[in-house]
């Protein structure tokens, strides 16, 4: 049980235009979901908290404009990389824990590449 | 503040022989500890975790960790290492009260045949 879908998987897109990741809880509900980004070689660095049915929480340093994150129901939550460019190339990871569960472990989907042109 | 520190970036072992990865946390109150792995191009997979109780925990694949409140430390053991053990090993801690998890900076385990 408590798996997490992400897609996709891997993207390529030109600079300027926007991308869009989901984020899905197979077989439990999350009212929050997590998105992290990682670098090569580095550590997961949270970027927002996402709250169903309420705007995120970003983290100190995270352009909300650039990084939109919608948590439409309890199994949906998406990125959208907005007018992306060649920095924002990297590893994106969600995760969610099922509601109710503070002292849960994370479950984490598979990642998304994304590399900007 | 929370803060998790790993030590070592690379961990190098024989097939075999006993592994540990080393931990150390920083929070207020009482710490909830997890040990993740991530394979290339992956999510990551919980491994084991420790809430309360019992200060050796098991986890998967044959993992263990021992919580030692008294140097801040949750290092994480296996007795006897596999090639397929090799890896990407995160700590992980989250404080009592509080909501996000804050991730050690990473340890890459090889595992040589």
């Known amino acids: 049980g408590a798996v997490v879908s992400q897609h996709p998987s891997w993207v390529i897109c030109k600079s300027g235009t926007s991308v869009k990741i989901e984020c899905r809880s197979l077989?439990?509900?999350?009212?929050?979901m997590f998105w992290y980004r990682q670098f090569p070689k580095q550590s997961l660095m949270l970027m927002a908290t996402?709250?169903?049915?309420?705007?995120?929480?970003?983290e100190q340093g995270v352009e909300k404009d650039k990084f939109l994150i919608n948590h439409a129901s309890l199994t949906l939550s998406t990125l959208t990389v907005t007018s992306a460019h060649p920095e924002d190339s990297s590893f994106y990871i969600c995760?969610?824990?099922?509601?109710?569960?503070?002292?849960?472990?994370?479950?984490f989907g598979e990642g998304s590449r994304l590399t900007v042109l | 503040a929370q803060s998790v520190a790993q030590p070592e970036d690379q961990v190098n072992v024989a097939e075999g022989n006993p592994l540990t990865v080393k931990c150390t946390y920083s929070v207020s109150g009482n710490p909830y500890l997890f040990w993740y792995v991530q394979y290339p191009n992956r999510g990551l997979q919980f491994l084991l975790k420790y809430i309360t109780g019992d200060n050796l925990v098991k986890g998967s694949y044959g993992f263990e960790a021992e919580f030692n409140k008294s140097q801040t430390s949750f290092h994480l053991k296996k007795p006897s290492a596999l090639v397929s053990d090799s890896a990407l090993y995160f700590c992980a801690v989250r404080n009592t009260g509080g909501f996000k998890t804050i991730f050690g900076a990473g340890t890459r385990l090889f595992v040589k045949a």
């Open positions: 077989d439990f509900q999350a009212t929050t």
């Open positions: 995760s969610a824990s099922p509601s109710g569960k503070n002292t849960g472990e994370l479950f």
């Open positions: 996402s709250n169903e049915g309420s705007k995120a929480t970003y």
